[in-house]
């Protein structure tokens, strides 16, 4: 007993979300997100080299996925939540301030995906294979970014008295920091359920099942990806409905709840059309090139090597069997070597053939 009332009863928020080294202000949230961003880009560069792919094409790739998700996040959120932009005394201007909250991850994704593509066309990697190292890091990211509403106090659901209940205070958004009272003391809205946590917790759950599932099954490029697709609604359709945040209905259900199940049936078309897909090829190793060996002479011929082509035939040389094409029988025919119609490398056609077919293509 005495071990069960000396845990917590509850889960503390941050009651200050924004620090200030001089003019700059360092935002829990953006930190967040940032280091979300690393961890995923590490992850996603160490399977792509397990793959063969080369070290530091992650960040390549990256430097056009992370600005295309960031825009495509918040354009979703501004869609599917304009009400305090631009409904009745919104703020235009706040529909930039990123800092503050509103990330949609459907948006993040969706857009960020592209930005993928792209990258991957400039580098020379197929893209089904990036998606796939990338999704267990996507996942981390998206635990590691839901510590950010915790700093921003938001992300919750209904009230609770659950021992790991959490503790949100009165926020005041733009300063990014709890409202206080007469004393200086920070003042508390209330105890509600950490949905934030809830979905930190999944997300870690299905990383792990995803680098579980691409190595111990045989997957097409892509189903990995595709399993991340069809996971993450299946977790975030409960959670949704645990949340007690105002958002836009459909039907009754949050618009959230929706995405998810098309979202989730769109993982299910992903998984079996890549599933017909032909594999991509295997990044062709860098090696250094060598120098083609030339058989054909630069120079005059000498005289004084014997197994020189372009030593002139000499009267007697019909005599010499092996010398030209033909032999030295008496009646001045034999049958033709096979060997002098051979590739100067000494290749014949058919393995010519078979070294070309095992060289892997270039993409």
Same mark, same amino acid.
């Given at each position: 007993m005495s071990l069960l009332a000396a845990l917590p009863t509850e889960i503390p928020s941050p009651s200050v979300g924004v620090?200030?080294?001089?003019?700059?202000?360092?935002?829990?949230?953006?930190?967040?997100? !940032?280091?979300?961003?690393?961890?995923?880009?590490?992850?996603t560069q160490k399977?792509?080299?397990?793959?063969?792919?080369?070290?530091?094409?992650?960040i390549d790739i990256s430097a056009w996925a992370v600005p295309f998700g960031i825009v495509g996040g918040r354009l979703?959120? =501004?869609?599917?939540?304009?009400?305090?932009? +631009?409904? *009745? @005394?919104?703020?235009?201007?706040?529909? +930039?301030?990123?800092?503050?909250?509103? =990330?949609g991850i459907w948006g993040a994704v969706a857009l960020g995906a592209v930005g993928a593509w792209i990258g991957c066309r400039k580098n020379g990697v197929a893209f089904r294979d990036f998606v796939d190292a990338a999704a267990p890091g996507l996942a981390i990211a998206q635990a590691?970014?839901? +510590?950010?509403?915790? +700093?921003?106090?938001?992300?919750?659901?209904?009230?609770? $008295?659950?021992?790991?209940? !959490?503790r949100i205070y *009165?926020? $005041?958004?733009?300063?990014?920091?709890? !409202?206080?009272? /007469?004393?200086?003391?920070?003042?508390?809205?209330?105890?509600?359920q950490p949905t934030f946590l809830y979905e930190a917790l999944w997300c870690l759950v299905l990383a792990t099942f995803l680098i579980w599932l691409g190595r111990r099954r045989q997957l097409k490029a892509g189903q990995v990806f595709?399993?991340?697709?069809?996971?993450?609604?299946?977790?975030?359709?409960?959670? *949704?409905?645990?949340?007690? $945040?105002?958002? @836009?209905?459909?039907?009754?259900?949050?618009?959230n709840t929706w995405v998810s199940i098309l979202v989730f049936v769109l993982g299910i078309v992903l998984w079996r059309r890549f599933g017909r897909l032909e594999q991509p090829a295997l990044p062709e190793p860098v090696t250094p090139a060598e120098p083609a060996e030339s058989t054909e002479s630069t120079g005059p011929a000498d005289p004084a090597d014997? /197994?020189?082509?372009?030593?002139?035939?000499?009267?007697?040389d019909a005599d010499r069997v092996g010398e030209g094409s033909h032999g030295g029988d008496s009646t001045g025919t034999a049958p033709e070597d096979p060997a002098a119609h051979e590739p100067a490398?000494?290749? @014949?056609?058919? /393995?010519?053939?078979? /070294? $070309?077919?095992?060289r892997p293509a270039q993409r």
């Open positions: 620090w200030h080294l001089g003019p700059l202000p360092i935002r829990g949230y953006a930190m967040c997100i !940032l280091a979300g961003i690393v961890v995923a880009v590490w992850l399977r792509l080299e397990a793959r063969g792919h080369r070290k530091g094409v992650a979703y959120h =501004l869609i599917t939540t304009p009400q305090p932009y +631009f409904g *009745e @005394n919104g703020h235009p201007w706040k529909a +930039f301030a990123i800092y503050e909250g509103g =990330l590691m970014g839901r +510590f950010g509403n915790w +700093f921003n106090n938001e992300i919750y659901g209904a009230p609770t $008295d659950l021992p790991w209940r !959490l *009165e926020w $005041d958004t733009s300063a990014g920091r709890a !409202l206080v009272d /007469a004393q200086g003391n920070p003042i508390v809205k209330g105890y509600f595709a399993a991340y697709v069809m996971g993450y609604p299946v977790g975030r359709i409960v959670i *949704e409905n645990m949340r007690s $945040d105002s958002a @836009n209905l459909i039907l009754g259900q949050r618009v014997p /197994a020189d082509p372009a030593e002139p035939a000499g009267p007697g490398d000494g290749l @014949n056609h058919t /393995a010519r053939r078979t /070294a $070309d077919a095992e």
